[in-house]
């Protein structure tokens, strides 16, 4: 039984609110008339400017750095949408934050990303949009639906454009992952671009010894294309485009993530890199060095945009993959 009306009210946090408005602009509405602020001490602030009654309200926040202050901003703008008497509230989270504490990795470790699901959850939200998360079992942990985007596709597109078909020798070109565990994201994404797949694999001999970094993979004299879901630091991305030239010997090196949270050296990292492009989807805003002539950003608001029109809709979200 449907218990929402036939509009569409989308609101924003202080995240991303560009992204926001693109997204809306898509749709062909208004972006929410909606305040989200601080008080002096910190606490967030939420006022609705506008009636949400039984509408289908789309709240848009990726929870980027400051992750806790993004996080909490949208667990108050659920509570505020629920106590208005919200027909259903979906949160479209473009990048969950959290999502790499997904288990226990040593002995009383929390399980972060279980915690925020049920936040999530506890404050109202009645589904849930996100993109690439860090991993796919994490949408076990919601009791509410949840539609997850894959960037893949977009990268798809770009370097097929990039490097069209029938211009080049297939053979010339090889997809890596830059560790184990992201192999079967860049399987699925070497498939769709009909390349070959090589793997970075680092380890550590012993303690207080330097990572041995060694190719899986054929890649000498190739240009190879690392793919990855996020980079934070771009330490092991950038080890990893070192490892390819200097002991594969590639011959050139792209990369692709679809969050670039770029947190500390990061963009440094890029810079001094082999990489010759570091492209990454918009899920996250570019904050820090916006002059890097390396670092690319593909917009994925109309995709986002047909999601929730779909979602709206009650229809299929597929022809989106």
Do not use: W
């Amino acid at each position: 039984m449907i218990t929402y009306g036939d509009h569409i009210k989308v609101f924003t946090g202080n995240s991303n609110p560009e992204f926001a408005k693109t997204i809306c602009k898509e749709l062909g509405i208004d972006l929410g008339n909606s305040e989200v602020k601080t008080f002096a001490d910190g606490e967030v602030s939420v006022s609705l400017n506008e009636t949400v009654r039984a509408a289908d309200v789309f709240l848009i926040q990726s929870t980027c750095k400051p992750v806790n202050n993004h996080l909490m901003e949208l667990l108050v703008m659920i509570d505020a949408c629920r106590r208005a008497s919200a027909g259903r509230i979906t949160a479209v989270i473009p990048y969950f934050g959290y999502a790499r504490q997904d288990r226990k990795a040593k002995s009383r470790d929390p399980i972060s990303a279980k915690l925020v699901a049920n936040m999530l959850t506890a404050a109202g939200a009645n589904r849930v949009l996100t993109m690439d998360l860090h991993a796919a079992q994490i949408q076990g942990f919601f009791d509410i639906p949840v539609d997850h985007l894959l960037g893949n596709p977009t990268f798809v597109d770009y370097y097929l454009n990039k490097f069209p078909e029938g211009s080049y020798n297939h053979d010339e070109f090889v997809v890596v992952s830059p560790d184990v565990g992201s192999v079967a994201r860049a399987r699925a994404f070497a498939a769709k671009v009909h390349m070959g797949l090589a793997i970075v694999d680092k380890r550590r001999q012993k303690a207080n010894v330097c990572e041995v970094m060694n190719v899986i993979g054929d890649v000498a004299g190739k240009t190879c294309i690392l793919y990855d879901d996020m980079v934070d630091t771009a330490g092991s991305l950038c080890n990893a485009a070192k490892a390819l030239v200097e002991v594969g010997g590639a011959k050139a090196v792209y990369a692709c993530a679809t969050h670039g949270v770029l947190s500390g050296p990061a963009y440094d990292r890029i810079e001094d890199s082999p990489i010759e492009e570091m492209v990454f989807l918009n899920t996250i805003p570019q904050t820090g060095n916006t002059a890097s002539g390396k670092i690319k950003f593909l917009d994925v608001a109309p995709i986002f945009a047909r999601a929730i029109s779909h979602v709206h809709g009650g229809t299929s979200i597929a022809d989106l993959f």
